[in-house]
């Protein structure tokens, strides 16, 4: 089947981060390859990337790009309730106490967040808690993705409400469980995340870098090892990374009926 489709992904780069493209095109082309079709990348005003897809396999294409990094919606009629989306944090709202997220294009006239009363239900336990904490404790902070599942959708007042979705509970259900310090890595490329750990010889206190998304990673620190201490020396060498502690005993404060469970 012959389909020509344009389409935004759920994957972001940086403004300030153009040499990002080449690497993306690499890789959705490592993605596709042995398959008969052909793309164009560019970035959204929003910082998404976008594709045209077209060829005899673009329709499995399609799919595969879906399956392996997820798509954003570029309109309202693309969001239903109950949708799961791949968001990025963009901040708090201090008046309504909310996390403020980008699902895609769509975000750009309309408002997208997750409520506080969300928050405090699927993360403290229901227990008042400030949100700063909340989102210091979890690392959802600017730029970090974040996976929600849609709750309800207002078109008159353009405006979206999430809970993080079920998925996203279960991975900070395991970082808290695994006990190991995590680095929390926005802005770039896995590779320059390498390189830094590299000349800023901590080998033997990171042992692995999981992906969040393209320019996001978990920096995953050897058992004991401080990760707070570790962001400085990695830091000097991706001064245009944004670098957040994730710590397994922060998270047993705002839980402390969970923390005798691993």
């Known amino acids: 089947m012959m389909m020509n489709d344009k389409l935004v992904l ?7 981060a153009k040499d990002l493209m080449p690497l993306f095109r ?20 929003s910082g998404f990337v976008n594709a045209e897809v077209w060829g005899p396999d673009s329709e499995f294409s399609i799919e595969l790009i879906k399956r392996e990094m ?8 693309e969001v239903q309730v109950n949708d799961n989306f791949k968001a990025y944090v963009t901040g708090i709202n201090k008046k309504r106490e909310s996390l ?3 699902l895609g294009p769509v975000s750009t006239n309309v408002k997208s967040e997750v409520t506080r009363e969300a928050l405090m239900a699927q993360l403290c336990d229901g227990r008042d808690t400030p949100i700063e904490r909340v989102t210091q404790t979890y690392c959802i902070q600017e730029g970090v993705p974040l996976l929600v599942r849609i709750t309800s959708i207002d078109p008159a007042r353009r405006h979206i409400e999430a809970w993080i979705s079920d998925d996203q509970i279960a991975r900070f259900d395991q970082w808290r ?11 770039g490329s896995q590779d320059r995340l390498r390189e830094a750990v590299s000349v800023s010889k901590v080998e033997r206190d990171v042992i692995e ?24 020396k990695i830091g000097r060498y991706i001064s245009n990374f944004k670098l957040y502690a994730f710590l397994p005993e922060r998270v047993d404060k705002l839980r402390p009926e969970l923390a005798g469970k691993r």
């Open 10 to 16: 759920a994957e972001r780069i940086p403004r300030d």
């Open 26 to 45: 690499a890789r959705i082309h490592k993605l596709l390859s042995g398959l008969d079709v052909s793309t164009i990348l560019g970035v959204t005003s």
């Open 70 to 77: 997820g798509l954003s919606p570029r309109n309202l009629s």
């Open 100 to 102: 403020e997220v980008e």
């Open 177 to 187: 469980r695994e006990r190991f310090h995590r680095i929390i890595a926005v802005g």
């Open 209 to 232: 870098i999981e992906e969040l998304s393209f320019t996001a990673n978990s920096l995953v620190c050897k058992l004991g090892t401080d990760a707070p201490g570790i962001i400085p």
